[in-house]
């Protein structure tokens, strides 16, 4: 009996101590989760606060305190929401890191909090907060910001909040009439009463389904152009005539035509009469000189601010630091290409698996490449360069380049807006980098469950699509130069050649003229003999 209570008791010690280490697990978990997000949503919250317009038009002046909590409400959500497309992006580059300190240092005590059960679990809060930013706070703050009261009810922040909420409502009961109709056509098995009112577990996963898959297909569009917009921007920082020549005398030539332009206009505004003027296009009023001048100073000034920049870099910088740039760029596109080709490859010949869901994940058990840490350290490149190069070709499309953010000069709905294509963008960069094959590392929580992902033809279709356009874009921008001197060359060789040819011809043409001509009486007097003989 006493052997029997011993082991009991050594028993529900284990326990005990597995009870608590389950319980200092869980606690250390949700502090570095707080931790992480408290200074996610500093940093953003200081980010917008540099955007933002300090005295806007849509709520200044302030007829009622309404107006001021409207405008904070809306700021801290899309704080929040820049926070979470933040932390989306950057879910692959920490999971992979992590994954690679563990298989290098499996027994060290530093490392102990970083486990598989902490990277679940930001997998799973990413997803839930994205949802919530994409689908409540950015559309309660735009409908907050436009929200005036129900008419006939006395103007303050509750009715306001009313009627947001009331259009919120009505506007999620549309889009899940909507998403009823999708599931119906897409997916016939489910059409069943159970799953009709199933909204938490299968419509509102469908529904980030589908915007993830719309987010899929915006970077295969904002990817290539921003390739094409930073090969232009630093091509023509490389191949511009200040780049290898000294900027002191353009510098004082500026600053002699600030100066000439800046005394015109100050002779102009005062009435004086300028002499040696060149003849305007605006016509003969002194309000057109006078803009005509303002704005050639303007240029003046920017000109002369431009060349002080590039003085201030010093040369070591503008004769190494661009073309450094320029390979990088060559560089890390040529990789992201082979990696895509390479996995269309292993994906045609049946090698690789479609990104699916892998329910169970150990970290640090092997290292996902080839190359160690430096196959992270590439993969970490390409997927911040990936995400880079998606938001300056956002905002090179003619449509969004409107809603670019500028410093201290951005709306609340322009902000809205732009934090609602961030999260778009952000959440759906690791879904992208798993379809392309960047990366080895699954898809953890809901994001391995979207739907699309097992689909063989959309997956070969992405990677088919984006390679196309990254090669296609690559070639035009880096052999643009090259295509045009050899095209300019051919061009003059082939007019060349058409104007000697023009010439035999026409030599050959006036010589068999003249030969004609010469035998031309003879054949046409002999019938005139025999007739009159």
């Known amino acids: 009996m006493e052997g029997y209570d011993l082991y009991e008791g050594e028993e529900l010690l284990s326990e005990v101590d597995l009870k608590e280490k389950e319980f200092h697990g869980m606690v250390r978990e949700v502090v570095i989760l707080c931790l992480i997000s408290i200074i996610l949503y500093i940093g953003s919250f200081a980010f917008l606060g540099l955007l933002r317009r300090d005295k806007d038009e849509e709520f200044l002046p302030y007829t009622d305190n309404s107006d001021l909590w409207v405008y904070k409400i809306s700021l801290w959500c899309c704080s929040f929401s820049l926070a979470v497309s933040v932390g989306a992006a950057l879910l692959l580059p920490i999971s992979t890191i992590s994954n690679e300190i563990l298989h290098r240092y499996p027994r060290s005590w530093y490392v102990k909090w970083l486990n598989s059960s902490l990277i679940h679990g930001i997998w799973n809060l990413i997803?839930?907060?994205?949802?919530?930013?994409?689908?409540?706070?950015?559309?309660?703050?735009?409908?907050?910001?436009?929200?005036?009261?129900?008419?006939?009810?006395?103007?303050?922040?509750?009715?306001?909040?009313?009627?947001?909420?009331?259009?919120?409502?009505?506007?999620?009961?549309?889009?899940?009439?909507?998403?009823?109709?999708?599931?119906?056509?897409?997916?016939?098995?489910?059409?069943?009463?159970?799953?009709?009112?199933?909204?938490?577990?299968?419509?509102?996963?469908?529904?980030?389904?589908?915007?993830?898959?719309?987010?899929?297909?915006?970077?295969?569009?904002?990817?290539?152009?921003?390739?094409?917009?930073?090969?232009?921007?630093?091509?023509?920082?490389?191949?511009?005539?200040?780049?290898?020549?000294?900027?002191?005398?353009?510098?004082?030539?500026?600053?002699?035509?600030?100066?000439?332009?800046?005394?015109?206009?100050?002779?102009?505004?005062?009435?004086?009469?300028?002499?040696?003027?060149?003849?305007?296009?605006?016509?003969?009023?002194?309000?057109?000189?006078?803009q005509y001048l303002e704005r050639r100073w303007?240029?003046?000034?920017?000109?002369?601010?431009?060349?002080?920049?590039?003085?201030?870099?010093?040369?070591?910088?503008?004769?190494?630091?661009?073309?450094?740039?320029?390979?990088?760029?060559?560089?890390?596109?040529?990789?992201?290409?082979?990696?895509?080709?390479?996995?269309?490859?292993?994906?045609?010949?049946?090698?690789?698996?479609?990104?699916?869901?892998?329910?169970?994940?150990?970290?640090?058990?092997?290292?996902?490449?080839?190359?160690?840490?430096?196959?992270?350290a590439i993969e970490v490149l390409i997927i911040g360069y990936l995400l880079i190069t998606s938001i300056v070709g956002l905002y090179s499309i003619p449509t969004f380049n409107k809603l670019l953010p500028k410093k201290s000069d951005t709306s609340m709905t322009h902000l809205i807006l732009n934090c609602a294509l961030f999260v778009i963008l952000s959440s759906a960069l690791p879904l992208l980098v798993k379809v392309l094959g960047i990366t080895n590392f699954d898809l953890l929580g809901n994001f391995g469950r979207i739907r699309w992902l097992g689909n063989y033809f959309i997956i070969f279709a992405v990677n088919f699509l984006f390679g196309g356009a990254a090669a296609v874009c690559l070639f035009n921008k880096v052999t643009h130069r090259a295509q045009v001197e050899i095209w300019r060359r051919l061009t003059n060789f082939l007019g060349g050649l058409k104007q000697n040819v023009t010439q035999k011809l026409g030599l050959w043409g006036k010589s068999w003229g003249l030969t004609f001509s010469q035998k031309l009486p003879n054949v046409v007097s002999s019938p005139v003999r025999i007739k009159a003989e």
């Open 127 to 290: 997803f839930t907060l994205t949802n919530v930013a994409l689908f409540l706070l950015l559309p309660f703050a735009y409908l907050f910001c436009e929200s005036e009261g129900f008419t006939g009810a006395r103007r303050g922040l509750i009715n306001r909040a009313k009627e947001t909420l009331v259009t919120l409502l009505l506007l999620s009961v549309v889009v899940l009439g909507i998403m009823y109709i999708l599931a119906a056509f897409i997916d016939r098995d489910q059409a069943t009463m159970d799953q009709l009112f199933n909204v938490y577990s299968y419509y509102l996963p469908f529904l980030y389904s589908c915007v993830s898959f719309l987010g899929v297909l915006l970077l295969l569009v904002c990817t290539p152009l921003g390739f094409v917009r930073l090969f232009t921007l630093v091509g023509d920082l490389v191949t511009r005539p200040q780049f290898m020549r000294d900027l002191n005398e353009d510098y004082n030539v500026a600053l002699m035509e600030e100066a000439a332009f800046k005394k015109k206009f100050g002779a102009e505004k005062l009435g004086g009469r300028l002499v040696n003027m060149a003849p305007v296009a605006f016509g003969p009023g002194e309000n057109d000189m006078l």
């Open 298 to 376: 303007v240029e003046a000034v920017d000109k002369r601010e431009g060349i002080e920049k590039a003085r201030s870099r010093g040369v070591l910088a503008r004769r190494l630091g661009w073309p450094t740039a320029m390979l990088t760029l060559i560089a890390l596109t040529g990789i992201s290409l082979y990696l895509v080709a390479a996995n269309m490859m292993l994906l045609a010949a049946g090698w690789r698996s479609l990104p699916s869901n892998t329910a169970t994940i150990d970290l640090g058990t092997s290292s996902l490449s080839t190359l160690g840490v430096l196959g992270v």
